[in-house]
């Protein structure tokens, strides 16, 4: 979730290459409903909700400090990987683990509140239903205490 800014620009060169070899059907043999991940459009529709909602936190006057001096596009990487992952995509995250990742950085519950709205913005403007926003909520409840620190980490 987060991890840090890097002063400039966003770009878009390794982001979208490491995108375009995203497989987006998954793994067919999984029976059961779709995915959050496949909800949501697959690869290149999660890739856009990412720049979309860092575009909303790298301007977010109280987020913005968290990302000061981090490369973005690497930033960008790994958050992708990170929720497609956690949505059920075909996606390995290949980060950090995400309470080493935040520990020590001043992450609070209200923090983690205002980055989640920016995510649940993002979803809504790529056409996202209120169930699927719904759902990612449900889903990123699930990391809130690892990524502010909180004292019940295991779930």
Known sequence: MFVARAGGSVTTGAFNEHIGQINTHGDASVTMGESIFEKLGGAENMAAMVKTMYTAVLKDPELAPFFKDVDVERLQTMQFEFLASAFGGPVSYSGSELQAIH????????????????????????????????????QMSMYRDKIIGAANVDG
């Open 103 to 138: 520990s020590g950085r001043g992450i609070t519950a209200h923090h983690f509140a205002i980055f989640v709205g920016h995510m649940a913005d993002a979803m809504r403007q790529h056409g996202a239903s209120a169930d699927d926003v719904d759902a990612m909520l449900g």
